[in-house]
Nanobody, 124 residues
């Protein structure tokens, strides 16, 4: 049974930073792509950033390029999302996801396992 547990969300002022973590268990961590998604109030869940199994390919949503950095530590079975220069429109529940494939897809349906989510709120 795969388990993904996010942490690190919270309240921050616009322009500030937060770092999210996702601890994974259950399946060989390094073989599979992982990603962060988010869902803002009243909106669909959307792709934020992804990582291939080895971490060498990292797609980002245009809205976060240059501000967010995704990374993974396969020895710790943990994925991270460093979020800088946060904006109020980044406010959302952020979800960690794991795929059954090596390369990170951009769609919700590309991922098999999901965490429970962590709230990020950016005040103006």
């Amino acid at each position: 049974q795969v388990q993904l547990v996010e942490s690190g969300g919270g309240l921050v002022q616009a322009g500030g930073s937060l770092a999210l973590s996702c601890a994974a268990s259950g399946r060989t961590f390094s073989r599979y792509a992982m990603a962060w998604f988010r869902r803002a109030p009243g909106k669909e869940r959307e792709f934020v950033a992804g990582l291939s199994g080895s971490g060498d390919i990292r797609p980002y949503a245009d809205s976060v390029k240059g501000r967010f950095t995704i990374s993974r530590d396969n020895a710790k079975n943990t994925m991270y999302l460093q979020m800088n220069t946060l904006k109020p429109e980044d406010t959302a529940v952020y979800y960690c996801a794991r795929s059954g494939r090596y390369y990170a897809g951009l769609r919700v349906n590309d991922y098999d396992d999901w965490g429970q989510g962590t709230q990020v709120t950016v005040s103006s």
